[in-house]
């Protein structure tokens, strides 16, 4: 099977499938020919799709991606610049949950917009883990509260940089500082020693926190637990991780209990010119 085709019918051979090709596997034979794929394309084809989706006029199809199964992108609903950075700065990390429950099928579509994000040569490494009971993920808590304990004797000054101390004290009195109380957890995890794992990882849980909003959801990045979950061998069993995958972070997820109304200022950013 061909790595991709090319209906005549549709091409005016404006060799943008060729510019855009991230890999340069597409070239142009001639201004009267149509695209074709340089020799062994196939071996080095990473299926991103740049060509299927740069067509304007639908006229490639890759082996096992045609135009007609990429939804089409919808103008009308760009975000203009401000509506974009309002969007992004009110964004919330969300500490205060709801009892309720969020769908399972809520957390399913999260991920599914998440696993959309870029990843190196669209290697798509990321690997989710869904913590849904509550019973659960206050376990997992408490086993964060134990590797603590750990860090605490092992390596006192890293312990005392971060409070743990406090933290230790405060889960003993009943306040879950760990995971808030939140009723889920989404972990997203890949192979150890992976290359492209923890920044495909890192984009793709940015990708959930700024869809939960729009879907009706809390999220905070579970920092604490993202380091446990790679040292601490109880709370490795508790996940069913082997030793073959590294978790590169963790997001609480629930139903905001309060909304916010303002968006806090920030620093002025330090930018350098060359």
């Known amino acids: ?44 084809c990473i299926h991103c799709g740049h060509c299927v989706a740069v067509c304007p006029h639908g006229a490639l199809s890759l082996y096992d991606m045609a135009p007609e199964q990429c939804p089409p992108v919808n103008k ?6 401000e509506r974009a950075e309002h969007f992004l700065r ?13 769908p399972r099928e809520t957390i399913k579509e999260l991920i599914r917009i998440a696993s959309h994000a870029q990843s190196g040569h669209n290697s798509q490494p990321v690997n989710w883990l869904v913590v ?4 659960k993920v206050h376990e997992l808590a408490g086993l964060v509260v134990d590797w603590m304990k750990r860090i605490v004797v092992k390596d006192p000054k890293l312990a005392e940089m971060l409070h743990m101390d406090r933290l230790i004290t405060a889960w003993g009195l009943g306040f ?10 989404v972990v997203a995890y890949a192979e150890a020693g992976s290359r492209p794992g923890p920044v495909a990882c890192h984009i793709a849980l940015t990708y959930a926190e ?23 061998k109880p709370l490795r069993e508790a996940l069913n991780l082997s030793g073959g995958e590294e978790v590169h972070g963790g997001l609480m997820v629930g139903v905001p209990k ?10 002025e950013p330090k930018v350098e010119w060359l």
């Open 1 to 44: 099977m061909p790595l991709f085709t090319v209906d005549p019918d549709k091409c005016n051979k404006d060799g943008i499938c060729a510019i855009e090709c991230p890999i340069s596997l597409i070239y142009m034979p001639d201004k009267d020919s149509l695209p074709a794929p340089i020799e062994n394309a196939e071996e080095s």
């Open 76 to 81: 009308d609903w760009h975000l203009s610049a």
């Open 90 to 102: 009110a964004r919330r990390s969300v500490r205060r949950y709801k009892k309720e429950d969020v």
């Open 132 to 135: 849904y009971e509550k019973e």
């Open 176 to 185: 879950d500082v760990i995971m808030r109380d939140a009723p889920h957890l």
């Open 210 to 232: 700024l869809a939960a909003h729009p879907l009706g959801i809390g999220t905070c990045w579970a920092g604490f637990f993202t380091s446990a979950a790679n040292d601490w």
């Open 258 to 267: 309060f909304q916010y109304h303002r968006m806090p200022l920030r620093n």
